[in-house]
């Protein structure tokens, strides 16, 4: 069965960084990613890779970065320059196929999610 192990969550000040790492087991996937939910907010979309190719929310762009270890079927986030606003449940979400683009991908499975908090 296909399991999405994560780790790495946890509390740091503005300013500094925290990195992000989801184990999938069970089958290889093409497109792997990392969704975020704030108290109070919808589900929204941080990053994803394929093919080589990385995605970013605006929010993310030039202070995350996604990475794939093909071999250990696992993905990474480098969060830098962390803000109070990006304290929230990360969840680690994987596609069989990329629908056409990112956004109109449906991600099959997710991860049950990993606290970060970012205090000023």
């Known amino acids: 069965q296909v399991r999405l192990v994560e780790s790495g969550g946890g509390s740091v000040q503005a300013g500094e960084s925290l990195s992000l790492s989801c184990a999938a087991s069970g089958r290889t996937f093409s497109v792997m990613g990392w969704f975020r939910q704030a108290p109070g907010q919808e589900r929204k979309f941080v990053a994803a890779i394929w093919s080589g190719i990385t995605y970013y929310a605006d929010s993310a762009k030039g202070r995350f970065t996604i990475s794939r270890d093909t071999a250990e079927n696992t993905v990474y986030l480098q969060m830098n320059s962390l803000k109070p606003e990006d304290t929230a449940v990360y969840y680690c979400?994987?596609?069989?196929?990329?629908?056409?683009?990112?956004?109109?991908?449906?991600?099959?499975?997710w991860g049950q999610g990993t606290q970060v908090t970012v205090s000023s």
């Open positions: 979400a994987v596609a069989g196929r990329l629908g056409g683009s990112i956004r109109a991908t449906t991600f099959d499975y």
